[in-house]
C-alpha cells in the first residue's frame, strides 16, 4: 500500500492500550469461570490471534504501514465484536 507516514498520539496509543489491557482482564475473568474445553481453546484462539499480530508487525519491522494495517485490522474485528453483542442482546 503507498500511504504516507502517520503521526500517533502517544497520549491516545497509551490510553487505547490501557483499554485493550482492562478489556482483556475483563474477558479473562469472564472466560476465567469453569473452565471447559471450548473455553480453554477459544481464549487459546485468541492469544494465537495477538501472536500472529505480534509477528507480522515484527516481520515488517514495526513500520507505519505495518501499524496501519493492524489498526484496520483491530478496528475490522472490533466492529464485528459489537455486531455479535449487539445480536445476543436482541436476542435477550
Known sequence: MNLGSVTWDRDKVENVRLLLDRQLSELEECVREPESEH???RNSAIQKYFRKLRKFLKQKGFSDCA???IRTETRARLQ?????TAQINRRN
Open 39 to 41: 473455553k480453554m481453546r
Open 67 to 69: 501499524w496501519e494495517i
Open 80 to 84: 464485528q465484536l459489537l455486531f455479535v
